[in-house]
């Protein structure tokens, strides 16, 4: 029997609830996979925002605000959602487990996504969404459907979360590895800032990176200036940093930027550039050519005792030295000044090239199988979906579905 979604499930947007209860938020839950993101520890919340809803064991949550990233979760315990969350409560002759895999369907998210207002932030509405058509089965064969989309997800689940964690160990291994070569196999307690009588290793020397190398930063020119934008001139924001050789960027200045903004300057090709605060805070690359940066950034370069690949690789094996440094309550804050006090110890420059070398083969060898192991994820999640997507719109053969 095909009908609207509404005639599954009824909005709740009261909140009624007066005890102190979990409060769910967008930001909680993952995409595409109806689970709480791992490890969060939802906040607890005496009395939220208006229109904020009391969430019962059973209610399905869908995500309203940029439905494409496909947010749902099956309530396990009391709590309060956002308002950025449609609170649906099936309504009898309907299995919770079923309608929340119905509302991560493939159809249902595009359905959401084309009845969307706004283009920055686009949100759908339970009006629209509820006029979604279903076909919905007798409640056993609801239930045959969950039991086995419950097996087969967390079947396929359990191998994805296997894969990630290959990744996680493999990338562990090489950041080993790199604070090895790069330390001289030392065991400092304070690797970035060593004091003389710790040199353990004939042949290397402490060195203070603002003795060694030029520091600058740069400005965001103002923003909605044509003028200002679409030039020759690549302009460099944090959010361009990936950790490696940057070749090309989306963004650019004019000369008319570069006269008009007294901190806005071109700094040379090679160049190790650190995010210095925001949500990249840390990430790294090096530049392949000739470039601007915004405020955010640090750009070091021109090293003589350094080599500016040498010191990308110590300071991506010690982020989270670096990150401890960090300052500012609300957002970790890498100042230019932390940065220039970094002192770090290192061989001669020919003794740099062949650990940049080595780790250079590496690092190769490891993006390409970390991009293989990424495919294969991204293969699993989509057979997933597919999968989720075939049990819910009635194709599926529910004499195996049921075995």
């Not at 005639?7 to 005890?19: G, I, K, M, P």
């Not at 056993?140 to 087969?152: K, P, S, T, V």
């Not at 400092?188 to 060694?212: C, F, M, S, Y």
Request: aromatic share 6%; glycine share 6%; net charge neutral.
């Amino acid at each position: 029997m095909t009908v609207r979604l509404k005639e599954t499930a009824d909005l709740v947007t009261s909140c009624v609830a007066l005890e102190a209860r979990p409060f769910v938020a967008l930001e909680h839950l993952e995409g595409g996979t109806g689970r709480l993101v791992a490890d969060v520890e939802l906040p607890e919340r005496t009395a939220p925002e208006a229109g904020a809803a009391s969430v019962e064991p059973g209610d399905v949550l869908f995500g309203k605000l940029r439905p494409y990233l496909a947010k749902t979760w099956l309530a396990d315990r009391p709590l309060f959602a956002s308002t950025e969350l449609l609170c649906l409560r099936p309504r009898a002759g309907v299995d919770s487990r079923w309608l929340a895999y119905v509302v991560t369907s493939n159809p249902v998210v595009e359905w959401a996504v084309a009845t969307s207002d706004g283009t920055k932030m686009p949100r759908t509405s339970w009006e629209k969404l509820a006029e979604y058509r279903i076909q919905i089965p007798p409640i056993g064969d609801q239930r045959a459907i969950a039991d086995y989309l419950d097996r087969e997800t967390a079947r396929i689940d359990a191998l994805i979360e296997k894969k990630q964690r290959i990744l996680a160990l493999l990338e562990e291994k090489f950041l080993e590895t790199v604070r090895n070569l790069v330390t001289g196999g030392m065991s400092l307690d304070d690797p970035l800032n060593i004091r003389k009588n710790e040199l353990v290793r004939t042949g290397w020397a402490p060195v203070k990176l603002a003795q060694d190398f030029r520091f600058g930063s740069g400005t965001t020119p103002t923003a909605g200036e044509e003028r200002y934008y679409g030039g020759a001139t690549p302009w460099i924001v944090t959010g361009d940093l990936r950790d490696g050789l940057l070749e090309t960027v989306p963004g650019s200045v004019t000369p008319e930027a570069l006269v008009d903004f007294s901190a806005l300057r071109v700094h040379p090709a090679d160049a190790l550039i650190v995010a210095m605060y925001g949500a990249t805070v840390g990430r790294l690359a090096i530049t392949a050519f000739p470039a601007a940066v915004n405020q955010a950034c640090c750009v070091m370069h021109s090293g003589v005792r350094l080599r500016t690949w040498f010191v990308f690789y110590y300071l991506l094996s010690h982020r989270q030295v670096l990150m401890e440094r960090a300052v500012g309550a609300g957002q970790p804050n890498i100042s230019q000044e932390i940065l220039r006090s970094l002192r770090l110890v290192a061989p001669d420059l020919a003794a740099q090239d062949r650990i940049v070398s080595v780790l250079d083969g590496m690092r190769s060898r490891l993006v390409q199988l970390s991009s293989r192991t990424r495919s294969q994820l991204d293969l699993l999640a989509e057979h997933r979906q597919a999968l989720v997507t075939t049990a819910v719109t009635g194709e599926p053969d529910l004499s195996v579905v049921a075995a």
